[in-house]
């Protein structure tokens, strides 16, 4: 099975390339943000863990989001894949994630990291921001911000696949299909 994780910093393009990633290899795509919304707006007790902390304004511990995502998982056997799309974003969750798959027999088959340049990534969601109603989108001190929480909490997840030879990066500038077709290039040479 494939265990894809598709990295990158906010605004990179993650959402719209794993859409296009699901169609061309039939995976199914996981996305937190989705399962924290499914979760809670189905009042689940992992919904209703998540609601409490998020009303106390603290972050939803690792184990309530492993919870959502092994629930995810286990809810669609058959599938040829994951995509993981925002997740993991720490070396806790992704040594979690490994050990998940690893009960089920199962591991990481790689990430890939799409690589954009910090500028192009501002300009990117303050032209995102022009539409997506989303006012954190449209403040450039809160889009570096975001970058720069990305690079200390995330980035390290990078390193701790890198150590075991299954972190990859591409160059996430040019086409939608021309970063498609890099994207491609790589998962084919991991899954062949």
């Known amino acids: 099975m494939i ?18 990633l699901v169609d061309h290899y039939g995976l199914t795509h996981i996305s937190t943000g989705d399962l924290f919304r499914y979760e809670m ?22 184990e309530v989001t492993i919870g959502m995502l092994r629930n995810k998982v286990n809810s669609v056997p058959a599938t040829k894949g994951f995509i993981f799309d925002g997740f993991p974003r720490t070396v806790a969750q992704a040594e979690a994630l490994d050990k998940f798959l690893a009960e ?15 500028e192009e990534i501002v300009k990117r ?11 954190d989108d449209n403040d450039e001190s809160i889009i570096r911000n975001r970058i720069d929480v990305y690079k200390s909490e995330t980035t390290p997840v990078s ?19 021309e970063i498609f077709q890099r994207l491609t290039g790589v998962i084919d040479s991991l899954i062949d």
Do not use: C, W
Request: aromatic share 4%.
């Open 3 to 20: 265990h894809l994780i598709l990295f990158g910093p906010p605004g990179s393009g993650k959402g719209t390339q794993a859409e296009k």
């Open 41 to 62: 707006s189905n009042d689940t007790p992992l919904g209703q863990k998540a609601k409490e902390y998020m009303a106390a304004g603290e972050l939803v511990p690792d």
């Open 104 to 118: 089920k027999g199962e591991e990481i088959t790689g990430l890939v990291a799409l690589d954009v340049h910090e």
């Open 125 to 135: 969601i303050l032209l995102r921001g022009k539409t997506s109603g989303r006012p």
């Open 159 to 177: 390193d701790h696949y890198h150590r075991i030879g299954k972190s990859h990066t591409v160059q996430g500038i040019g086409s939608l299909d």
